[in-house]
């Protein structure tokens, strides 16, 4: 229960890290109808209306519906280490090469199952690396990760 738990905490920040405004800010019938308006409620109607009807994704493809897709994406939350005391998980499980959280963390990034044991064991091997003091931030230990991923020829291909 608990390796769902945690895979699902990465996994849902993962995949709900999503752009600001994708196709912009007005992009599809939802925001037409709750044009105006502000707050949860009328985000949420306004996402269930453009995802339901897909006008959104056509109007990003015809250029119609409000959208333009000619903008940068941004994103402005947080690393999925700093998820609810996820890194401190994802450290003690790199200490010893093998764990739940190492586990999710691997299926976030869209490592292959068959690279996963060797991520764990070059995270492992790397541990003081990547932890090298004990107030290390999520955004730190992802970009040590990243490092150590690059200059790994078996893993370099999963970090850009």
């Given at each position: 229960?608990?390796?769902?738990?945690?895979?699902?905490?990465?996994?849902?920040?993962?995949?709900?890290?999503?752009?600001?405004?994708?196709?912009?800010?007005?992009?599809?019938?939802?925001n037409?109808?709750?044009?105006?308006?502000?707050?949860?409620?009328?985000?949420?109607?306004?996402?269930?209306?453009?995802?339901?009807?897909?006008?959104?994704?056509?109007?990003?493809?015809?250029?119609t519906?409000?959208?333009?897709?000619?903008?940068?994406l941004?994103?402005?939350?947080?690393?999925?280490?700093?998820?609810?005391?996820?890194?401190?998980?994802?450290?003690?499980?790199?200490?010893?090469?093998?764990?739940e959280?190492?586990?999710?963390?691997?299926?976030?990034?869209e490592?292959?199952?068959?690279?996963?044991?060797?991520?764990?064991?070059?995270?492992?091997?790397?541990?003081?690396?990547?932890?090298?003091?004990?107030?290390?931030?999520?955004?730190?230990?992802?970009?040590?990760?990243?490092?150590?991923?690059?200059?790994?020829?078996?893993?370099?291909?999963?970090?850009?």
């Amino acid at each position: 229960m608990k390796k769902f738990i945690i895979g699902a905490a990465i996994l849902g920040s993962s995949m709900s890290a999503g752009a600001v405004a994708p196709g912009g800010p007005g992009c599809g019938w939802g925001n037409l109808l709750f044009e105006g308006s502000s707050g949860l409620p009328a985000h949420l109607l306004a996402t269930i209306v453009n995802g339901t009807s897909g006008n959104a994704t056509f109007g990003m493809t015809s250029g119609t519906n409000g959208c333009d897709t000619s903008g940068t994406l941004t994103y402005s939350g947080q690393s999925l280490l700093a998820m609810n005391g996820v890194l401190e998980e994802v450290a003690q499980d790199m200490a010893v090469g093998h764990g739940e959280a190492l586990t999710a963390l691997t299926v976030a990034m869209e490592i292959e199952p068959a690279d996963r044991a060797h991520f764990n064991t070059t995270m492992h091997d790397h541990f003081g690396q990547i932890f090298p003091r004990e107030d290390v931030s999520a955004a730190e230990v992802m970009q040590r990760i990243n490092t150590v991923m690059a200059g790994d020829a078996r893993l370099s291909r999963y970090v850009s």
